[in-house]
T-cell receptor, first 113, second 113 residues
Framework: AQTVTQSQPEMSVQEAETVTLSCTYD???????LFWYKQPPSRQMILVIR??????QNATENRFSVNFQKAAKSFSLKISDSQLGDTAMYFC??????????FGKGTRLHILP | DADVTQTPRNRITKTGKRIMLECSQT?????MYWYRQDPGLGLQLIYY???????NKGEISDGYSVSRQAQAKFSLSLESAIPNQTALYFC????????????FGPGTRLTVL
């Protein structure tokens, strides 16, 4: 079965610090997509960043970057210069070839003033 | 205006009642999805539809049914609601150019007493 594991249920960091959220996945597919979604208290699901498995270069979006290790099936999210507005639930997600997205259970991130 | 809308946004109902949650989209996407979110469990796929004539069960379809009335509309029904169906429900869509990105509605919080 294809699974996504987020090993950190909850994390807290001080504002302006850098934080890394972990994600591992299990699949026998070679081509797939990985995502990080943010869910703030408003509960809206917001796409933060996307990585295509066939691309070796790690994706970046402003303060957000990933460390994609395909052989290790690892896809961590780094948030630099964290801001209070980054406080949210973060979900790692994976879409294999058949297009049904599989979510991890989430990491609740608190940015402390 | 939001591209993916859900009605109602919040609903409280009683055990045994029939409930319909509606989803509409203006993105022109052909694929639509219904997810359920429970605390600590991430999002789980209930049903999905790749076009108007295509309906497929997801991981947790028992107790639910769906109707794809048009390309833009995808409804989720609980025929006889029970308390363990209390959850946050999300509709999502995907379409060209990239079916691998899903766009989420704002969610419906359903409470079954």
């Amino acid at each position: 079965a294809q699974t996504v594991t987020q090993s950190q249920p909850e994390m807290s960091v001080q504002e302006a610090e850098t934080v890394t959220l972990s994600c591992t996945y299990d699949t026998s597919e070679n081509n797939y997509y990985l995502f990080w979604y943010k869910q703030p208290p408003s509960r809206q699901m917001i796409l933060v960043i996307r990585q295509e498995a066939y691309k070796q270069q790690n994706a970046t979006e402003n303060r957000f970057s990933v460390n994609f290790q395909k052989a290790a099936k690892s896809f961590s999210l780094k948030i630099s210069d964290s801001q209070l507005g980054d406080t949210a639930m973060y979900f790692c997600a994976f879409i294999p070839r058949d297009d049904k997205i599989i979510f991890g259970k989430g990491t609740r991130l608190h940015i402390l003033p | 205006d939001a591209d993916v809308t859900q009605t109602p946004r919040n609903r409280i109902t009683k055990t045994g009642k029939r409930i319909m949650l509606e989803c509409s989209q203006t993105k022109g996407h052909d694929r639509m999805y219904w997810y359920r979110q429970d605390p600590g469990l991430g999002l789980q796929l209930i049903y999905y539809s790749f076009d108007v004539k295509d309906i497929n069960k997801g991981e947790i379809s028992d107790g639910y049914s769906v109707s794809r009335q048009a390309q833009a509309k995808f409804s989720l029904s609980l025929e006889s609601a029970i308390p363990n169906q209390t959850a946050l429900y999300f509709c999502a869509t995907s379409g060209p150019p990239s079916y691998n990105e899903q766009f989420f509605g704002p969610g419906t919080r359903l409470t079954v007493l």
